[in-house]
């Protein structure tokens, strides 16, 4: 079983940035890749971005150029760099480990003036 834990969300004005946190526990040898998803109001949840453990990259082609995913495998820890933010960014952002089929909690990102 693996927990997942983001950190990193909140407010923030259109234009600017926030780096998510994702970090793994448990049996995390069992993770083949790890993604961010994110679920906006009446919306359905969809993929932000996708890293496998060799660190191959994979994004949603709406949002290559201003996210970056990345992921520490000493620390077990994925994150989400999100540049020049837009309003429609606002969603709730989740954590995803491919294998074991795990959710993080989720965290919420608003952007907004």
């Known amino acids: 079983q693996v927990q997942l834990v983001e950190s990193g969300g909140g407010l923030v004005q259109p234009g600017g940035s926030l780096r998510l946190s994702c970090a793994a526990s448990?049996?995390?040898?069992?993770?083949?890749?790890m993604a961010w998803h994110r679920q906006a109001p009446g919306k359905e949840r969809e993929l932000v971005a996708l890293?496998?453990?060799?660190?191959?990259?994979n994004y949603a082609w709406s949002e290559k150029g201003r996210f970056t995913i990345s992921r520490d495998n000493d620390e077990n820890t994925m994150y989400l760099q999100m540049n020049m933010l837009k309003p429609e960014d606002t969603a709730v952002y989740y954590c995803?480990?491919?294998?074991?089929?795990?959710w993080g909690q989720g965290i919420q990102v608003t952007v907004s003036s």
């Open positions: 890293i496998t453990r060799a660190g191959k990259t």
């Open positions: 995803y480990a491919v294998g074991p089929n795990s």
């Open positions: 448990g049996s995390i040898f069992n993770i083949a890749a």
